[in-house]
Protein backbone atom coordinates (compact mmCIF):
# COMPACT_ATOMS: atom_id res chain seq x y z
CA UNK A 1 0.00 0.00 0.00
CA UNK A 2 1.00 3.31 -0.67
CA UNK A 3 2.20 5.59 2.17
CA UNK A 4 1.95 9.20 0.74
CA UNK A 5 -1.97 10.40 0.17
CA UNK A 6 -3.43 9.29 -2.96
CA UNK A 7 -4.81 12.94 -4.50
CA UNK A 8 -8.29 14.07 -4.70
CA UNK A 9 -9.34 12.52 -8.15
CA UNK A 10 -12.66 14.17 -8.16
CA UNK A 11 -14.89 15.40 -5.83
CA UNK A 12 -18.85 15.39 -7.19
CA UNK A 13 -20.02 18.18 -4.83
CA UNK A 14 -17.37 20.53 -6.30
CA UNK A 15 -18.07 19.74 -9.97
CA UNK A 16 -19.91 22.89 -11.03
CA UNK A 17 -21.73 22.27 -15.02
CA UNK A 18 -19.19 25.51 -15.92
CA UNK A 19 -18.22 26.41 -19.12
CA UNK A 20 -14.45 26.16 -18.16
CA UNK A 21 -14.65 23.26 -16.14
CA UNK A 22 -15.87 21.77 -18.87
CA UNK A 23 -12.82 22.74 -20.99
CA UNK A 24 -10.36 22.02 -18.60
CA UNK A 25 -12.12 18.32 -19.10
CA UNK A 26 -11.65 18.78 -23.08
CA UNK A 27 -8.03 19.52 -22.64
CA UNK A 28 -7.42 16.76 -19.98
CA UNK A 29 -9.19 13.98 -23.11
CA UNK A 30 -6.52 15.73 -25.41
CA UNK A 31 -5.13 12.53 -26.05
CA UNK A 32 -8.81 11.25 -26.59
CA UNK A 33 -9.83 13.91 -28.66
CA UNK A 34 -6.77 12.99 -31.29
CA UNK A 35 -7.96 9.43 -31.19
CA UNK A 36 -11.55 10.09 -32.09
CA UNK A 37 -10.42 12.60 -34.98
CA UNK A 38 -7.52 9.75 -36.12
CA UNK A 39 -10.65 7.30 -35.75
CA UNK A 40 -12.80 9.30 -38.05
CA UNK A 41 -10.09 9.60 -40.99
CA UNK A 42 -8.96 5.97 -40.83
CA UNK A 43 -11.84 4.56 -41.22
CA UNK A 44 -13.38 6.74 -43.78
CA UNK A 45 -10.22 6.52 -45.48
CA UNK A 46 -8.90 2.73 -44.74
CA UNK A 47 -11.83 0.54 -46.24
CA UNK A 48 -11.67 2.04 -49.75
CA UNK A 49 -8.73 2.39 -51.98
CA UNK A 50 -10.63 4.93 -53.89
CA UNK A 51 -11.55 6.41 -50.08
CA UNK A 52 -8.69 8.99 -50.15
CA UNK A 53 -9.15 9.82 -53.17
CA UNK A 54 -12.65 10.63 -52.65
CA UNK A 55 -12.18 13.32 -51.06
CA UNK A 56 -10.71 14.78 -54.38
CA UNK A 57 -12.89 13.13 -56.91
CA UNK A 58 -16.06 14.47 -55.19
CA UNK A 59 -15.34 17.98 -55.87
CA UNK A 60 -14.31 16.99 -59.53
CA UNK A 61 -17.49 15.42 -60.57
CA UNK A 62 -19.85 17.84 -59.03
CA UNK A 63 -18.10 20.43 -61.07
CA UNK A 64 -18.37 18.82 -64.59
CA UNK A 65 -22.04 18.34 -63.33
CA UNK A 66 -23.19 21.87 -62.24
CA UNK A 67 -21.45 23.39 -64.88
CA UNK A 68 -23.02 21.60 -67.31
CA UNK A 69 -26.58 22.31 -65.67
CA UNK A 70 -25.61 25.99 -64.76
CA UNK A 71 -23.55 26.99 -68.08
CA UNK A 72 -26.18 25.22 -70.21
CA UNK A 73 -29.36 24.99 -68.76
CA UNK A 74 -29.76 27.89 -66.25
CA UNK A 75 -27.33 30.83 -67.28
CA UNK A 76 -26.55 33.32 -64.37
CA UNK A 77 -25.25 36.93 -65.96
CA UNK A 78 -22.28 38.40 -65.09
CA UNK A 79 -20.37 35.38 -63.51
CA UNK A 80 -17.13 34.27 -64.99
CA UNK A 81 -15.66 30.87 -64.03
CA UNK A 82 -18.61 29.29 -62.45
CA UNK A 83 -17.05 26.19 -60.94
CA UNK A 84 -14.52 28.10 -58.53
CA UNK A 85 -17.36 30.64 -58.20
CA UNK A 86 -19.57 27.91 -56.81
CA UNK A 87 -17.41 25.37 -55.15
CA UNK A 88 -15.74 28.15 -53.39
CA UNK A 89 -18.56 28.44 -51.06
CA UNK A 90 -20.10 25.49 -51.46
CA UNK A 91 -16.84 23.50 -50.01
CA UNK A 92 -17.06 25.24 -46.87
CA UNK A 93 -21.13 25.06 -46.46
CA UNK A 94 -20.50 21.10 -47.25
CA UNK A 95 -18.70 21.05 -44.43
CA UNK A 96 -21.07 23.01 -42.16
CA UNK A 97 -23.66 20.48 -43.53
CA UNK A 98 -21.97 17.18 -42.70
CA UNK A 99 -20.04 18.39 -39.42
CA UNK A 100 -23.83 19.18 -38.02
CA UNK A 101 -25.21 15.97 -39.27
CA UNK A 102 -22.60 13.63 -38.22
CA UNK A 103 -22.48 14.94 -34.35
CA UNK A 104 -26.01 13.99 -34.30
CA UNK A 105 -25.30 10.61 -35.14
CA UNK A 106 -22.44 10.82 -33.59
CA UNK A 107 -23.59 11.97 -30.10
CA UNK A 108 -26.36 8.78 -30.28
CA UNK A 109 -24.23 6.85 -31.52
CA UNK A 110 -21.38 7.26 -28.65
CA UNK A 111 -24.23 7.07 -26.13
CA UNK A 112 -23.39 4.40 -25.06
CA UNK A 113 -19.98 4.71 -24.76
CA UNK A 114 -21.00 7.88 -22.21
CA UNK A 115 -22.97 5.79 -19.80
CA UNK A 116 -19.81 3.64 -19.35
CA UNK A 117 -16.75 6.22 -18.97
CA UNK A 118 -16.48 9.64 -17.96
CA UNK A 119 -16.15 11.66 -21.13
CA UNK A 120 -16.30 15.24 -21.81
CA UNK A 121 -19.60 14.95 -23.76
CA UNK A 122 -19.05 17.75 -26.26
CA UNK A 123 -15.92 15.35 -27.04
CA UNK A 124 -18.08 14.42 -30.00
CA UNK A 125 -19.13 17.17 -31.32
CA UNK A 126 -15.35 18.87 -31.11
CA UNK A 127 -13.96 15.61 -32.89
CA UNK A 128 -16.67 15.47 -35.34
CA UNK A 129 -15.80 19.74 -36.37
CA UNK A 130 -11.90 18.49 -36.27
CA UNK A 131 -11.73 15.71 -38.91
CA UNK A 132 -14.43 17.78 -40.59
CA UNK A 133 -11.76 20.64 -41.02
CA UNK A 134 -9.07 18.23 -42.24
CA UNK A 135 -11.28 17.02 -44.89
CA UNK A 136 -12.36 20.85 -45.94
CA UNK A 137 -8.30 21.09 -46.46
CA UNK A 138 -8.26 18.56 -48.54
CA UNK A 139 -10.82 19.20 -51.00
CA UNK A 140 -9.54 22.51 -51.53
CA UNK A 141 -6.41 20.61 -53.32
CA UNK A 142 -8.97 19.80 -56.03
CA UNK A 143 -9.88 23.46 -55.67
CA UNK A 144 -6.80 24.58 -56.84
CA UNK A 145 -6.33 22.11 -59.44
CA UNK A 146 -9.57 22.87 -61.27
CA UNK A 147 -8.62 26.71 -61.09
CA UNK A 148 -5.36 26.35 -62.59
CA UNK A 149 -7.02 23.67 -65.37
CA UNK A 150 -9.92 26.71 -65.93
CA UNK A 151 -7.41 29.44 -65.53
CA UNK A 152 -8.78 31.57 -62.77
CA UNK A 153 -6.36 33.42 -60.82
CA UNK A 154 -4.79 32.18 -57.55
CA UNK A 155 -3.90 35.44 -55.49
CA UNK A 156 -2.69 35.66 -52.32
CA UNK A 157 -5.49 36.36 -50.97
CA UNK A 158 -6.23 32.68 -50.53
CA UNK A 159 -4.36 32.87 -47.31
CA UNK A 160 -7.29 34.32 -45.65
CA UNK A 161 -8.75 31.27 -45.69
CA UNK A 162 -7.24 29.73 -42.05
CA UNK A 163 -8.99 32.83 -40.37
CA UNK A 164 -12.24 32.22 -42.77
CA UNK A 165 -12.29 28.45 -41.34
CA UNK A 166 -12.26 29.19 -38.12
CA UNK A 167 -14.45 31.60 -37.97
CA UNK A 168 -16.30 28.80 -40.27
CA UNK A 169 -15.53 25.57 -37.70
CA UNK A 170 -16.74 27.59 -34.58
CA UNK A 171 -19.85 28.67 -36.19
CA UNK A 172 -20.35 25.18 -37.12
CA UNK A 173 -19.52 23.86 -33.74
CA UNK A 174 -22.18 25.96 -31.99
CA UNK A 175 -24.96 24.46 -34.00
CA UNK A 176 -23.51 21.28 -33.68
CA UNK A 177 -23.86 21.21 -30.51
CA UNK A 178 -27.29 22.63 -30.20
CA UNK A 179 -28.63 19.85 -32.37
CA UNK A 180 -26.61 17.13 -31.33
CA UNK A 181 -28.09 17.87 -27.74
CA UNK A 182 -31.56 17.89 -29.04
CA UNK A 183 -31.04 15.08 -31.17
CA UNK A 184 -30.47 12.86 -28.09
CA UNK A 185 -34.13 13.94 -26.69
CA UNK A 186 -35.91 13.96 -29.85
CA UNK A 187 -35.12 11.49 -32.65
CA UNK A 188 -36.76 13.15 -35.65
CA UNK A 189 -34.59 16.51 -35.07
CA UNK A 190 -32.01 14.72 -37.23
CA UNK A 191 -34.24 14.26 -39.76
CA UNK A 192 -36.24 17.25 -39.81
CA UNK A 193 -32.45 18.62 -40.21
CA UNK A 194 -31.55 16.95 -43.32
CA UNK A 195 -34.67 19.04 -44.79
CA UNK A 196 -33.43 22.03 -43.17
CA UNK A 197 -30.22 21.76 -44.74
CA UNK A 198 -31.17 21.12 -48.02
CA UNK A 199 -33.40 24.21 -47.85
CA UNK A 200 -30.57 26.00 -46.03
CA UNK A 201 -28.39 25.36 -49.08
CA UNK A 202 -30.88 27.45 -51.18
CA UNK A 203 -30.95 30.26 -48.99
CA UNK A 204 -27.66 30.78 -49.09
CA UNK A 205 -26.09 32.60 -52.30
CA UNK A 206 -24.16 29.48 -53.58
CA UNK A 207 -24.94 28.10 -56.98
CA UNK A 208 -26.36 32.07 -57.14
CA UNK A 209 -25.30 35.40 -57.11
CA UNK A 210 -27.17 37.59 -54.64
CA UNK A 211 -27.71 39.88 -57.04
CA UNK A 212 -30.74 38.10 -58.62
CA UNK A 213 -32.69 38.06 -55.41
CA UNK A 214 -36.05 40.11 -55.26
CA UNK A 215 -35.43 43.15 -53.19
CA UNK A 216 -37.94 42.30 -51.15
CA UNK A 217 -36.70 38.69 -50.55
CA UNK A 218 -32.90 40.03 -49.48
CA UNK A 219 -33.65 40.35 -45.94
CA UNK A 220 -33.99 36.62 -45.62
CA UNK A 221 -30.72 35.89 -47.25
CA UNK A 222 -28.99 38.79 -45.44
CA UNK A 223 -30.31 38.04 -41.74
CA UNK A 224 -28.95 34.07 -42.87
CA UNK A 225 -25.82 34.07 -40.79
CA UNK A 226 -24.44 31.52 -43.81
CA UNK A 227 -24.46 34.17 -46.53
CA UNK A 228 -21.78 35.77 -44.52
CA UNK A 229 -19.70 32.98 -43.74
CA UNK A 230 -19.67 31.87 -47.09
CA UNK A 231 -19.10 34.68 -48.69
CA UNK A 232 -15.99 35.14 -46.27
CA UNK A 233 -14.61 31.73 -48.14
CA UNK A 234 -15.51 32.85 -51.87
CA UNK A 235 -13.88 36.24 -51.88
CA UNK A 236 -10.11 35.34 -50.98
CA UNK A 237 -10.42 32.88 -53.78
CA UNK A 238 -13.38 33.74 -56.42
CA UNK A 239 -12.38 37.46 -57.31
CA UNK A 240 -9.32 38.01 -54.85
CA UNK A 241 -9.81 40.09 -52.28
CA UNK A 242 -10.52 40.36 -48.71
CA UNK A 243 -13.65 40.24 -47.19
CA UNK A 244 -15.09 43.51 -46.58
CA UNK A 245 -15.35 44.96 -42.66
CA UNK A 246 -19.68 43.80 -42.48
CA UNK A 247 -18.92 40.80 -43.69
CA UNK A 248 -16.17 39.82 -41.18
CA UNK A 249 -18.13 41.54 -38.41
CA UNK A 250 -21.26 39.41 -39.11
CA UNK A 251 -19.12 36.36 -39.40
CA UNK A 252 -17.72 36.91 -35.97
CA UNK A 253 -21.13 37.62 -34.73
CA UNK A 254 -22.71 34.49 -36.14
CA UNK A 255 -19.67 32.53 -34.80
CA UNK A 256 -19.67 33.57 -31.58
CA UNK A 257 -23.61 33.73 -30.63
CA UNK A 258 -23.54 30.29 -31.97
CA UNK A 259 -21.08 28.66 -29.77
CA UNK A 260 -22.00 30.27 -27.03
CA UNK A 261 -25.32 29.76 -27.04
CA UNK A 262 -24.97 25.70 -28.53
CA UNK A 263 -22.66 25.60 -25.26
CA UNK A 264 -25.06 26.68 -22.49
CA UNK A 265 -28.11 24.88 -24.35
CA UNK A 266 -25.54 21.92 -24.62
CA UNK A 267 -24.62 21.87 -21.13
CA UNK A 268 -28.04 22.86 -19.75
CA UNK A 269 -29.46 19.42 -21.75
CA UNK A 270 -26.22 17.07 -21.19
CA UNK A 271 -27.51 16.57 -17.31
CA UNK A 272 -30.81 14.53 -19.02
CA UNK A 273 -28.62 12.40 -21.52
CA UNK A 274 -28.01 9.76 -19.41
CA UNK A 275 -31.95 8.78 -19.20
CA UNK A 276 -32.09 8.82 -23.16
CA UNK A 277 -28.97 7.31 -24.32
CA UNK B 1 -3.40 7.08 8.49
CA UNK B 2 -4.42 6.36 4.94
CA UNK B 3 -7.57 8.27 3.74
CA UNK B 4 -9.95 6.35 2.54
CA UNK B 5 -10.30 5.77 -1.45
CA UNK B 6 -13.75 6.71 -1.41
CA UNK B 7 -16.17 8.75 0.48
CA UNK B 8 -19.93 8.94 0.05
CA UNK B 9 -21.53 11.25 2.15
CA UNK B 10 -25.84 11.78 2.03
CA UNK B 11 -25.17 10.94 -1.92
CA UNK B 12 -28.63 11.20 -3.44
CA UNK B 13 -29.71 11.06 -7.21
CA UNK B 14 -33.16 11.95 -8.62
CA UNK B 15 -34.34 12.50 -12.22
CA UNK B 16 -37.17 14.91 -13.28
CA UNK B 17 -38.87 12.87 -15.90
CA UNK B 18 -42.19 12.99 -18.36
CA UNK B 19 -44.78 11.01 -16.54
CA UNK B 20 -45.55 9.92 -20.04
CA UNK B 21 -43.01 8.02 -21.27
CA UNK B 22 -41.79 7.63 -24.77
CA UNK B 23 -42.67 11.30 -25.73
CA UNK B 24 -39.12 11.01 -28.37
CA UNK B 25 -40.12 13.00 -30.93
CA UNK B 26 -39.52 16.94 -31.10
CA UNK B 27 -43.32 17.35 -32.81
CA UNK B 28 -45.15 15.28 -30.06
CA UNK B 29 -43.36 17.18 -27.53
CA UNK B 30 -44.10 20.79 -28.92
CA UNK B 31 -47.70 19.91 -28.99
CA UNK B 32 -47.80 18.61 -25.49
CA UNK B 33 -45.82 21.85 -24.73
CA UNK B 34 -48.18 24.05 -26.15
CA UNK B 35 -51.22 22.04 -24.76
CA UNK B 36 -49.92 22.46 -21.48
CA UNK B 37 -50.10 18.44 -21.30
CA UNK B 38 -46.71 18.25 -18.96
CA UNK B 39 -46.30 16.09 -16.12
CA UNK B 40 -43.13 15.45 -14.64
CA UNK B 41 -42.28 12.87 -12.15
CA UNK B 42 -39.70 12.97 -9.77
CA UNK B 43 -37.58 9.51 -9.92
CA UNK B 44 -35.27 8.69 -6.90
CA UNK B 45 -32.54 6.21 -8.29
CA UNK B 46 -29.95 7.24 -5.22
CA UNK B 47 -31.39 8.37 -1.62
CA UNK B 48 -28.62 9.73 1.43
CA UNK B 49 -25.81 6.90 0.21
CA UNK B 50 -23.18 7.19 2.60
CA UNK B 51 -20.34 4.97 3.37
CA UNK B 52 -16.79 4.81 2.87
CA UNK B 53 -14.38 2.63 1.76
CA UNK B 54 -10.63 2.10 2.77
CA UNK B 55 -7.98 1.92 0.88
CA UNK B 56 -6.81 -1.77 -0.29
CA UNK B 57 -10.43 -3.10 0.40
CA UNK B 58 -12.63 -4.81 -1.96
CA UNK B 59 -16.72 -3.61 -1.17
CA UNK B 60 -18.87 -6.24 -3.56
CA UNK B 61 -22.80 -3.97 -3.43
CA UNK B 62 -25.51 -5.98 -3.85
CA UNK B 63 -29.28 -5.62 -4.05
CA UNK B 64 -32.24 -6.60 -6.15
CA UNK B 65 -32.74 -5.05 -9.95
CA UNK B 66 -33.13 -1.26 -10.04
CA UNK B 67 -32.22 -1.31 -6.54
CA UNK B 68 -29.47 1.84 -7.98
CA UNK B 69 -26.19 -0.73 -8.06
CA UNK B 70 -25.09 0.68 -11.23
CA UNK B 71 -25.90 4.07 -10.73
CA UNK B 72 -23.50 4.37 -7.77
CA UNK B 73 -21.09 2.67 -9.55
CA UNK B 74 -21.10 5.40 -11.97
CA UNK B 75 -21.48 8.26 -9.37
CA UNK B 76 -18.45 6.47 -8.54
CA UNK B 77 -16.41 6.96 -11.99
CA UNK B 78 -17.97 10.27 -12.20
CA UNK B 79 -19.97 9.57 -15.18
CA UNK B 80 -23.26 10.76 -13.29
CA UNK B 81 -23.04 13.64 -11.42
CA UNK B 82 -25.38 13.34 -7.86
CA UNK B 83 -28.02 15.85 -7.00
CA UNK B 84 -27.54 16.13 -3.39
CA UNK B 85 -24.42 15.05 -1.25
CA UNK B 86 -20.17 14.52 -2.05
CA UNK B 87 -18.84 11.59 -3.42
CA UNK B 88 -15.30 11.72 -3.16
CA UNK B 89 -12.95 9.37 -5.17
CA UNK B 90 -9.09 9.31 -4.36
CA UNK B 91 -6.78 7.84 -6.60
CA UNK B 92 -6.47 6.97 -10.55
CA UNK B 93 -9.70 4.48 -11.34
CA UNK B 94 -9.99 2.24 -14.14
CA UNK B 95 -13.99 2.00 -14.73
CA UNK B 96 -14.59 -1.55 -15.91
CA UNK B 97 -18.50 -1.27 -16.82
CA UNK B 98 -18.72 -2.98 -19.69
CA UNK B 99 -16.01 -5.25 -21.52
CA UNK B 100 -15.57 -4.67 -25.62
CA UNK B 101 -16.57 -0.85 -25.12
CA UNK B 102 -15.75 1.51 -27.55
CA UNK B 103 -14.04 -1.08 -29.74
CA UNK B 104 -14.07 0.35 -33.34
CA UNK B 105 -14.72 -3.05 -35.91
CA UNK B 106 -12.72 -1.16 -38.80
CA UNK B 107 -9.28 -0.97 -36.96
CA UNK B 108 -6.55 -3.31 -36.06
CA UNK B 109 -6.16 -4.98 -32.23
CA UNK B 110 -3.57 -2.71 -31.84
CA UNK B 111 -5.03 0.90 -32.65
CA UNK B 112 -8.14 0.06 -30.91
CA UNK B 113 -5.76 -0.55 -27.40
CA UNK B 114 -4.90 2.52 -27.84
CA UNK B 115 -8.04 4.14 -28.42
CA UNK B 116 -9.64 2.20 -25.41
CA UNK B 117 -6.76 3.32 -23.35
CA UNK B 118 -7.42 6.98 -24.50
CA UNK B 119 -11.18 6.52 -23.30
CA UNK B 120 -9.81 5.13 -20.21
CA UNK B 121 -8.26 8.41 -19.89
CA UNK B 122 -4.54 7.31 -20.36
CA UNK B 123 -1.68 8.83 -22.56
CA UNK B 124 -0.03 7.65 -25.80
CA UNK B 125 3.48 7.76 -23.61
CA UNK B 126 2.02 5.63 -21.23
CA UNK B 127 -0.01 3.09 -24.01
CA UNK B 128 3.01 2.83 -25.81
CA UNK B 129 4.76 1.57 -22.81
CA UNK B 130 1.99 -0.85 -21.61
CA UNK B 131 1.54 -1.99 -25.45
CA UNK B 132 3.46 -5.33 -25.12
CA UNK B 133 2.27 -6.30 -22.25
CA UNK B 134 -1.24 -6.25 -23.28
CA UNK B 135 -0.03 -7.85 -26.54
CA UNK B 136 0.96 -10.51 -24.59
CA UNK B 137 -1.84 -10.86 -21.92
CA UNK B 138 -4.23 -10.75 -24.74
CA UNK B 139 -2.44 -13.58 -26.55
CA UNK B 140 -3.98 -13.39 -30.08
CA UNK B 141 -0.96 -14.20 -32.26
CA UNK B 142 -1.37 -12.70 -35.61
CA UNK B 143 -5.01 -11.25 -35.13
CA UNK B 144 -3.71 -8.31 -33.14
CA UNK B 145 -3.02 -6.69 -36.73
CA UNK B 146 -6.36 -7.45 -38.03
CA UNK B 147 -9.32 -5.58 -37.93
CA UNK B 148 -11.57 -6.23 -34.97
CA UNK B 149 -14.68 -6.93 -37.16
CA UNK B 150 -12.62 -10.35 -38.25
CA UNK B 151 -12.46 -11.45 -34.26
CA UNK B 152 -14.46 -13.95 -32.50
CA UNK B 153 -16.92 -12.73 -29.43
CA UNK B 154 -14.33 -14.49 -27.01
CA UNK B 155 -11.15 -12.39 -28.52
CA UNK B 156 -12.89 -9.14 -28.72
CA UNK B 157 -13.13 -10.20 -24.55
CA UNK B 158 -9.84 -10.83 -23.97
CA UNK B 159 -8.22 -7.97 -25.95
CA UNK B 160 -11.11 -6.06 -23.72
CA UNK B 161 -9.84 -7.33 -20.39
CA UNK B 162 -5.88 -7.34 -21.22
CA UNK B 163 -6.80 -3.26 -21.35
CA UNK B 164 -8.25 -2.62 -18.53
CA UNK B 165 -6.70 -5.19 -16.14
CA UNK B 166 -3.21 -3.72 -17.35
CA UNK B 167 -3.78 0.20 -17.56
CA UNK B 168 -2.55 1.24 -14.35
CA UNK B 169 -5.08 2.17 -11.66
CA UNK B 170 -5.75 2.59 -7.31
CA UNK B 171 -9.01 1.67 -8.16
CA UNK B 172 -11.02 -0.71 -9.93
CA UNK B 173 -15.05 -0.49 -10.68
CA UNK B 174 -16.36 -3.12 -11.82
CA UNK B 175 -19.69 -4.20 -12.85
CA UNK B 176 -21.14 -7.83 -13.45
CA UNK B 177 -17.66 -8.43 -15.46
CA UNK B 178 -17.31 -11.26 -14.34
CA UNK B 179 -20.71 -13.19 -15.73
CA UNK B 180 -19.39 -12.61 -19.50
CA UNK B 181 -17.40 -15.54 -21.02
CA UNK B 182 -16.67 -18.75 -20.68
CA UNK B 183 -15.47 -20.93 -17.48
CA UNK B 184 -11.72 -20.17 -18.29
CA UNK B 185 -11.91 -16.23 -19.27
CA UNK B 186 -13.81 -16.40 -15.78
CA UNK B 187 -11.25 -18.21 -14.20
CA UNK B 188 -8.58 -15.82 -15.74
CA UNK B 189 -10.65 -13.28 -14.41
CA UNK B 190 -11.09 -14.23 -10.72
CA UNK B 191 -7.43 -14.62 -10.68
CA UNK B 192 -6.00 -11.56 -12.04
CA UNK B 193 -8.54 -10.09 -9.26
CA UNK B 194 -6.98 -11.88 -6.58
CA UNK B 195 -3.64 -9.92 -7.73
CA UNK B 196 -5.35 -6.88 -7.78
CA UNK B 197 -6.43 -7.42 -3.71
CA UNK B 198 -2.91 -8.61 -3.07
CA UNK B 199 -1.19 -5.56 -4.61
CA UNK B 200 -3.47 -3.34 -2.69
CA UNK B 201 -5.68 -1.86 -4.94
CA UNK B 202 -9.08 -0.55 -3.80
CA UNK B 203 -12.44 -2.53 -5.92
CA UNK B 204 -15.84 -2.35 -5.94
CA UNK B 205 -17.62 -4.87 -7.90
CA UNK B 206 -21.08 -5.20 -8.28
CA UNK B 207 -22.20 -8.96 -8.69
CA UNK B 208 -25.37 -10.81 -8.42
CA UNK B 209 -23.26 -13.69 -7.48
CA UNK B 210 -23.35 -13.48 -3.38
CA UNK B 211 -20.64 -17.03 -2.97
CA UNK B 212 -18.58 -14.93 -5.76
CA UNK B 213 -18.54 -11.67 -3.41
CA UNK B 214 -18.38 -13.61 0.16
CA UNK B 215 -15.58 -15.09 -1.36
CA UNK B 216 -13.71 -12.11 -2.68
CA UNK B 217 -14.86 -8.78 -0.63
CA UNK B 218 -13.72 -7.44 2.66
CA UNK B 219 -17.06 -5.54 2.99
CA UNK B 220 -20.30 -5.77 1.10
CA UNK B 221 -23.03 -2.84 0.51
CA UNK B 222 -26.64 -3.78 0.63
CA UNK B 223 -28.75 -1.57 -1.60
CA UNK B 224 -32.37 -1.58 -1.68
CA UNK B 225 -34.60 1.14 -3.85
CA UNK B 226 -31.83 3.84 -4.05
CA UNK B 227 -30.75 3.47 -0.38
CA UNK B 228 -28.45 1.60 2.08
CA UNK B 229 -30.11 -1.40 3.75
CA UNK B 230 -26.91 -2.21 4.94
CA UNK B 231 -22.87 -2.49 5.39
CA UNK B 232 -20.58 -4.32 6.79
CA UNK B 233 -18.69 -7.68 6.85
CA UNK B 234 -19.38 -9.58 3.71
CA UNK B 235 -20.56 -12.81 4.77
CA UNK B 236 -22.98 -11.04 7.40
CA UNK B 237 -24.62 -8.21 5.43
CA UNK B 238 -24.98 -11.40 2.41
CA UNK B 239 -26.55 -13.33 5.06
CA UNK B 240 -29.14 -11.20 5.95
CA UNK B 241 -29.90 -10.51 2.29
CA UNK B 242 -30.52 -14.03 1.97
CA UNK B 243 -33.03 -14.15 4.97
CA UNK B 244 -34.74 -11.25 3.17
CA UNK B 245 -35.08 -12.80 -0.28
CA UNK B 246 -36.14 -16.17 1.15
CA UNK B 247 -38.84 -14.01 3.05
CA UNK B 248 -40.36 -13.03 -0.90
CA UNK B 249 -39.57 -11.33 -3.38
CA UNK B 250 -38.88 -7.55 -4.24
CA UNK B 251 -39.33 -5.39 -6.62
CA UNK B 252 -37.36 -3.06 -7.53
CA UNK B 253 -40.01 -0.70 -8.49
CA UNK B 254 -39.82 1.99 -11.21
CA UNK B 255 -36.31 2.78 -11.20
CA UNK B 256 -35.63 -0.04 -12.81
CA UNK B 257 -37.81 0.80 -16.15
CA UNK B 258 -36.19 4.15 -16.19
CA UNK B 259 -32.42 3.24 -15.23
CA UNK B 260 -31.91 -0.50 -16.39
CA UNK B 261 -28.30 -1.19 -15.10
CA UNK B 262 -26.14 -2.03 -18.47
Known amino acids: MQATAVPVLFNAADERLTVLQELRDLVDHRNLLWNLVRRDLTVRYKRSVIGFFWTMLNPLLLMIILTVVFSSLFRFEGIENYPTYFLSTYLVFGFFAQTSNQSMASLAWNGALMKRVRVPKSIFAVSTTLSGLVNLCLAYVPLFVIMLATGAPICLTVLYLPISFLLIAMFTLGVSLLLSALAVYFEDVQHMYQVATFGLMYMTPIIYPITIVPYKWLFVIRANPLTHLVKLARDPVYGCTLPGGHVILASVAAAVIALVLGWVVFHRLARGFYLHV | ?262
Not at chain 2, 44 to 50: P, R
Not at chain 2, 77 to 106: D, H, K, N, S, Y
Not at chain 2, 141 to 163: C, K
Request: hydrophobic share 45%; proline share 3%; aromatic share 8%.
Open chain 2, 1 to 262: MVEPSVEFHGVSLRYRILAEQGITSFKEWAIRWLTRRMHYQELVALSEVSFTVDAGHAVGIIGHNGAGKSTLLRVAAGILRPTRGTAIVRGRQAPVIELGLGFEAELSGRENIFFNGALLGRSQAEMEARLDEIVEFADLGEFIDQPIRTYSTGMVARLAFAVAVTVDAQILLLDEVLAVGDASFRIKCQERLQAFRDAGITILLVSHDLDGVVQMCDEVLWLDRGAVRAYGPAAEVVASYRASVAEGPAVGGAIEAAAPPG
